[in-house]
């Protein structure tokens, strides 16, 4: 069995502000020790890109624009920041469009190793199974998943 990894792929999303050092660190126990690069990525939809490139002023920002955005996002400049000082390469890359297609088509691109999601808190019934997204990304991702369950509140 092959153990090498080359790239990670960590999708962060609107919810996941409260479990970025969470993603990180399972992002680096497998990054750091292979050197594996880890490709920091978010997808918006629409209608979230174009209020987040508002707030982050810029709004004439368009689709082809999706990087330039996502490296001023704040969710991302931290995660930059901790891999930085861990010695763990990364790269950013932003998509605008469905969610679990647009992080299955970043892992498909950057013929990732390995794909990092996290999901919202769910009700007690809704604990049974994954969040619509993460079930399609489990489902459709070209390599294995690692799912960061989020913590207890």
Request: aromatic letters at 6%; charged letters at 25%.
């Amino acid at each position: 069995m092959d153990l090498s990894f080359d790239t990670i792929v960590l999708a962060i999303g609107p919810e996941d502000d409260d479990r970025l050092d969470q993603l990180a660190r399972v992002s680096m126990q497998v990054a750091k020790p292979t050197g594996a690069t880890v490709v920091l990525t978010h997808v918006f939809t629409r209608e979230e890109f174009d209020e987040v490139a508002a707030e982050l002023d810029y709004p004439s920002a368009t689709a082809e624009d999706v990087d330039v955005v996502l490296e001023r996002h704040q969710s991302v400049q931290y995660l930059g920041d901790v891999f930085d000082d861990h010695g763990v390469d990364y790269d950013v890359d932003g998509v605008v469009g469905n969610v679990s297609e647009g992080i299955v088509e970043t892992a498909e691109k950057a013929d990732a190793d390995r794909v990092v999601i996290s999901g919202g808190s769910r009700s007690p019934v809704g604990k049974a199974v994954f969040g619509s997204n993460a079930q399609n990304v489990l489902i459709n991702s070209p390599c294995p998943v690692t799912y960061v369950r989020p913590q207890s509140e």
